[in-house]
């Protein structure tokens, strides 16, 4: 299976590492020092879970001249969107899907907005990765991927990149209601980045100090009450489960969101507290302690150094 994965970050360099073990024609889209390392050395991918180990894959700057694509795996920061898409454009197809692993639950309608409707596939990623270093991949834990169609159709091209997955080892599955996935995730990593952000503490500090914890709780209430309101159809314990997990968390973990807080990058603010904000407005449906996030944080979301 050709696959095309646009960015080679933590999560697009993990998957797509493990996609080329695994047999598939994996090109990765990077840019400077990580392209250049890949390149000469290969990418490196050091994991918690499963070793250390070496992946020789194709790395470019550009798709020009590629040829068409049976997959796309698009794994760039939100805020990078359109502009990805416009740039992948080139490889692909009339039937080439274009799975999102991205944070938010707006990315697929931004992709079918640039390519036309029905390229998008929805996808939830339960993983830590980051760029240790150019060509290197640190994994920390997880590994597993969720897909599906946003209408909930089962189709022949979702279930082959689900094969595709499964046979590199990658725990993945499809899902016939990928928005409910979607947003059972939103409600996890907006409370957690927003908390780790706006504090620079890391989960653990946050559960054990009252206040924090509750404002955590908050997000998460706020958030779940926003996805039933726009037609989500998220369990009457979500906001349980959410927090369960939350506690599962290792007591040293932060956030995407405060990592590249603190490095003063761009924050993918707008994907994932100022759309709440903006939907919750729209809906009539009140996001006080999301806003209280949004506005501490919107003076460093072009970043800050």
């Not at 947003?183 to 952000?197: D, F, H, P, S």
């Not at 009457?236 to 290792?250: F, I, Q, R």
Request: one cysteine or more; proline letters at 4%; aromatic letters at 6%.
């Amino acid at each position: 299976m050709r696959i095309v994965v646009v960015g080679a970050g933590g999560v697009g360099g993990y998957f797509g590492a493990r996609l080329a073990q695994g047999g598939a024609d994996v090109t990765l889209v990077a840019r400077g020092a990580h392209l250049d390392a890949i390149r000469a050395r290969g990418l490196r991918v050091r994991s918690a879970v499963e070793g250390e180990y070496t992946v020789a894959v194709t790395a470019v700057d550009t798709v020009a001249g590629l040829p068409a694509a049976d997959a796309v795996l698009l794994c760039v920061k939100s805020f990078d969107t359109e502009a990805a898409v416009e740039h992948v454009r080139p490889v692909v197809g009339r039937q080439t899907p274009v799975l999102s692993l991205q944070n938010g639950v707006d990315n697929e309608e931004r992709i079918d907005a640039v390519l036309g409707a029905g390229h998008a596939l929805g996808g939830v990623a339960y993983v830590f990765a980051t760029i240790e270093a150019p060509g290197v991949i640190a994994h920390t834990f997880g590994g597993r991927i969720v897909l599906g169609e946003m209408d909930g159709r089962p189709t022949a091209r979702a279930e082959r990149l689900r094969e595709a997955f499964s046979g590199a080892g990658i725990p993945a599955a499809l899902s016939e209601d990928i928005r409910r996935a979607l947003w059972e995730k939103y409600l996890m990593i907006a409370a957690q980045a927003g908390m780790t952000a706006i504090t620079r503490c890391p989960i653990g500090v946050i559960r054990e100090t009252p206040q924090t914890w509750r404002m955590y709780r908050l997000i998460v209430e706020e958030l779940a009450a926003l996805g039933r309101a726009s037609g989500v159809a998220l369990p009457t314990d979500a906001v349980a489960m959410t927090l369960a997990s939350a506690e599962k968390l290792a007591p040293h973990l932060f956030s995407s969101l405060h990592h590249d807080l603190v490095q003063g990058k761009r924050l993918e603010l707008e994907a994932l507290h100022g759309h709440a904000v903006r939907l919750g407005d729209r809906l009539g449906v009140p996001t006080p302690t999301v806003f209280a996030v949004y506005a501490a944080l919107t003076p460093f979301r072009e970043g800050k150094h």
